[in-house]
């Protein structure tokens, strides 16, 4: 499976944009980049994915480099409830379970 | 719509004993996962099911670890004997498909076990 990096943490202050970066230079074209996330004792629950074009749900927004071998997801204003893990992973044709690193964690200041 | 169901949500056990840990996945989802968290790691895939039958069992230690989903609805993961390594958190996870990339996994809160 190719891989992505994540920074281990991150800080941000309430009501302000936060943008995670994840790098994954070994994507293939077939690959689809998923974000999760997991509130703290809580099971993993989906954010968004995408495959090539940038992508917007009500909870945040994704943009996918043009040579796709990063993206960013961009919460655009971070209460405390967005306070994470959060995990960037890749999933492509065949294998279906997920393939999750350590992902970012994600802490945001009052 | 109701979410992935897991029971019991904390078990203590000691080594050398057996557990079992149970999964309702959400209605109609063909496919069920179960991972295991280690603490500060991230969820590894034990074993997948599409329907009643497994997809992919090649990460779970077949020595100790079993799994069934009988009539491809509910699913048990059973460790025995249990190891002091097995000490994690057990996550059952559903999709409503399987494959394509796109699909959804929809995750229960987990069964965090304790081994002493």
């Known amino acids: 499976d190719a891989k992505t990096t994540q920074p281990n943490s991150m800080e941000s202050n309430e009501e302000e944009p936060v943008h995670l970066p994840c790098n994954h230079s070994t994507i293939s074209g077939t690959d689809y980049i998923h974000w999760y996330r997991q509130l703290p004792s809580q099971g993993p629950e989906y954010v968004i994915h995408?495959?090539?074009s940038n992508v917007n749900n009500r909870m945040a927004s994704l943009a996918i480099a043009e040579d796709r071998k990063s993206s960013t997801l961009i919460l655009h204003r971070a209460t405390l409830r967005d306070a994470a893990v959060y995990y960037c992973?890749?999933?492509?044709?065949?294998?279906?379970?997920?393939?999750f690193g350590k992902g970012t964690h994600l802490i945001i200041q009052p | 719509e109701a979410g992935v169901a897991q029971s019991p949500r904390y078990k203590i056990i000691e080594k050398r004993q057996s557990v079992a840990f149970w999964c309702n996945p959400i209605s109609g989802h063909a496919t069920l996962y179960w991972y295991q968290q280690i603490l500060g790691q991230g969820p590894k895939l034990l074993i997948q099911?599409?329907?009643?039958?497994?997809?992919?069992d090649s990460q779970l230690p077949k020595d100790r670890f079993s799994a069934e989903r009988l009539k491809g609805v509910d699913s048990t993961l059973k460790i025995q004997p249990a190891k002091l390594e097995d000490s994690a958190v057990y996550l059952c996870?559903?999709?409503?498909?399987?494959?394509?990339?796109?699909?959804?996994?929809?995750f229960g809160p987990g069964t965090r076990l304790l081994v002493l």
């Open positions: 996870a559903s999709s409503l498909f399987r494959g394509g990339g796109q699909e959804t996994q929809y």
């Open positions: 995408g495959l090539t």
């Open positions: 992973i890749l999933i492509g044709g065949g294998a279906d379970g997920l393939t």
């Open positions: 099911f599409q329907n009643n039958g497994v997809v992919d």
